[in-house]
């Protein structure tokens, strides 16, 4: 009997694991750098959690959710997004009596059931940041100028920031009802999907990837046309915060994003190098969230990224490339009952210190030990024999040039240290 790994998940290993974490050393150094803060949230919520902060009629909620029933009956929802769960710590843990904003940022893998295909996973990770208790337009600049400068860092520069205004819910209804009334006239040119959607969630058409109604479009009334004076002001402060940082954008007035919690500004990163899948990072305000989730009224802004989808940029971009330049181990190989004993205790001391440090337990002979010493690619080989243990005296072999030291066992620490 073997197992494969569910459909759509990935096991990340070997050299990928170094793009990975280039990734997000990235990431943890950029928000270091914008006094970000880590948060951690578990993998599971209630599902009440994200029916109703997601939204009861989002394609999220209607058909990507994993859920689950416990033994007493509870229901649970592995987290399809991140921004629930830290709505709900925040709460919960009373964060509001802090200073405002609350700077929050998480990397956490992310769980959609949907039919997986390139950059498009039931398992994907996503790095987001959340500003919560930020009202100002500079506070939503901010928050993309974050997303913007990661891609910059990692390479990516041939990005469009797409960005939109919805307004307050008011805006919204008022919007969704002149969308409403030019869907209706239209309805017999809607793919049988958007035709319920006219029904239930009529916005959720201009997310419709179908050509002929990504086509009608182009005549539909947009979001800015119902904005209030507040929330029309409010997009306008914070398309000049970002002219400020010098970050360009598109202003899409048929950006509406696929959850129910955004108000006002709304924006996506999109790539030019990908394909079908080329949002790479989206996010925007949404200022009723914390109030419906059993909150405080608290005004906030938040993206999510999909480190996936980053990555495959990168790989078709070539900028992930072979970690060829690291040093490579120390590697002790040892003759002898003794020489086993001294190298094994060699070997712990160099670990302890932090120098990458590679010894044989699988008692091999050391024509076999020296052949994983050249497979695991190391700097340096000491091989520690009776007459080592009894002069306490070892050659230190670099790999590269074959040229060797003789120190004491007791200054081979001091010897890396020195050389490294
Ligand atoms: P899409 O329109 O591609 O379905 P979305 O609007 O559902 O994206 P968000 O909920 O905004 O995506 O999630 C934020 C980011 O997470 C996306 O911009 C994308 O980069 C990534 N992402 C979303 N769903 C997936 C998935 N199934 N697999 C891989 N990455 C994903
Ligand atoms: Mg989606």
Same mark, same amino acid.
């Given at each position: 009997?073997?197992?494969?790994?569910?459909?759509?998940?990935?096991?990340?290993?070997?050299? =990928?694991?170094?793009?990975?974490?280039?990734?997000?050393?990235?990431?943890?150094?950029?928000?270091?750098? #914008?006094?970000?803060?880590?948060?951690?949230?578990?993998?599971?919520?209630?599902?009440?959690?994200?029916?109703?902060?997601?939204?009861?009629?989002?394609?999220?909620?209607?058909?990507?959710?994993?859920?689950?029933?416990?033994?007493?009956?509870?229901?649970?929802?592995?987290?399809?997004?991140?921004?629930?769960?830290?709505?709900?710590?925040?709460?919960?843990?009373?964060?509001?009596?802090?200073?405002?904003?609350?700077?929050?940022? %998480? /990397?956490?893998?992310?769980?959609?059931?949907?039919?997986?295909?390139?950059?498009?996973?039931?398992?994907?990770h996503q790095f987001g940041i959340e500003y919560i208790g930020a009202y100002n337009p500079e506070c939503d600049a901010e928050v993309i100028s974050?997303?913007?400068?990661?891609? #910059? &860092?990692?390479?990516?520069?041939?990005?469009?920031?797409?960005?939109?205004?919805?307004?307050?819910?008011?805006?919204?209804?008022? %919007?969704?009802?002149?969308? &409403?009334?030019?869907?209706?006239?239209?309805? =017999?040119?809607?793919?049988?999907?958007?035709?319920?959607?006219?029904?239930?969630?009529?916005?959720?058409?201009?997310?419709?990837?179908?050509?002929?109604?990504?086509? +009608?479009?182009?005549?539909?009334?947009?979001?800015?046309?119902?904005?209030?004076?507040?929330?029309?002001?409010?997009?306008?402060?914070?398309?000049?915060? +970002?002219?400020? +940082?010098?970050?360009?954008?598109?202003?899409?007035? #048929?950006?509406?994003?696929?959850?129910?919690?955004?108000?006002?500004?709304?924006?996506?990163?999109?790539?030019?190098?990908?394909?079908?899948?080329?949002?790479?990072?989206?996010?925007?305000?949404?200022?009723?969230?914390?109030?419906?989730?059993?909150g405080q009224d608290t005004a906030s802004v938040g993206f999510g990224m999909g480190i996936e989808r980053l990555l495959l940029i990168m790989e078709e971009k070539g900028l992930i490339?072979?970690?060829?330049?690291?040093?490579?181990? !120390?590697?002790?190989?040892?003759?002898?009952?003794?020489?086993?004993?001294?190298?094994?205790?060699?070997? +712990?001391?160099?670990?302890?210190?932090?120098?990458?440090?590679?010894?044989?337990?699988?008692?091999?002979? !050391?024509?076999?030990?020296?052949?994983?010493? =050249?497979?695991?690619?190391?700097?340096?080989?000491?091989?520690?024999?009776?007459?080592?243990?009894?002069?306490?005296? !070892? &050659?230190?072999? =670099?790999?590269?040039?074959?040229?060797?030291?003789?120190?004491? /066992?007791?200054?081979?620490?001091? %010897?890396?240290?020195?050389?490294?």
């Open positions: 009997m073997t197992y494969s790994r569910p459909k759509g998940t990935a096991d990340i290993w070997g050299k =990928d694991i170094a793009a990975w974490r280039r990734v997000e050393d990235a990431i943890r150094a950029l928000c270091r750098a #914008f006094c970000i803060d880590e948060i951690r949230t578990p993998m599971y919520e209630y599902e009440e959690l994200f029916r109703r902060g997601i939204g009861e009629t989002t394609d999220v909620v209607q058909k990507e959710m994993f859920t689950f029933t416990d033994a007493g009956g509870r229901d649970y929802a592995l987290r399809p997004e991140g921004t629930a769960g830290v709505v709900r710590a925040f709460i919960e843990n009373g964060m509001s009596s802090l200073s405002m904003p609350q700077k929050l940022y %998480y /990397i956490m893998p992310v769980f959609r059931a949907e039919k997986p295909q390139k950059g498009r996973y039931r398992q994907h974050v997303a913007r400068e990661l891609l #910059f &860092k990692l390479g990516i520069e041939d990005v469009e920031l797409h960005i939109n205004s919805i307004g307050w819910p008011e805006c919204r209804a008022k %919007y969704n009802n002149a969308f &409403k009334t030019f869907l209706g006239k239209n309805i =017999d040119k809607l793919c049988p999907t958007c035709r319920e959607r006219f029904e239930k969630n009529p916005l959720r058409v201009l997310d419709c990837k179908n050509e002929s109604c990504k086509a +009608l479009m182009a005549g539909a009334p947009t979001s800015v046309d119902t904005l209030d004076k507040e929330c029309r002001a409010h997009f306008m402060g914070v398309l000049a915060a +970002l002219e400020a +940082l010098g970050i360009d954008y598109i202003v899409d007035p #048929f950006l509406v994003r696929g959850l129910d919690y955004y108000t006002r500004t709304v924006f996506e990163f999109k790539s030019t190098s990908l394909g079908a899948q080329d949002t790479v990072c989206g996010g925007g305000r949404y200022d009723g969230l914390i109030a419906e989730c059993g490339k072979a970690q060829t330049d690291e040093t490579g181990p !120390v590697f002790i190989g040892y003759i002898g009952y003794s020489g086993k004993n001294a190298g094994a205790r060699l070997a +712990l001391e160099l670990r302890r210190v932090g120098i990458p440090c590679e010894y044989d337990i699988m008692e091999r002979g !050391v024509k076999a030990q020296m052949k994983r010493a =050249d497979k695991l690619n190391a700097a340096y080989s000491i091989i520690i024999g009776d007459d080592e243990v009894e002069t306490g005296r !070892v &050659k230190i072999k =670099d790999m590269r040039t074959g040229e060797a030291v003789e120190k004491g /066992i007791d200054d081979v620490i001091t %010897y890396f240290k020195e050389n490294n």
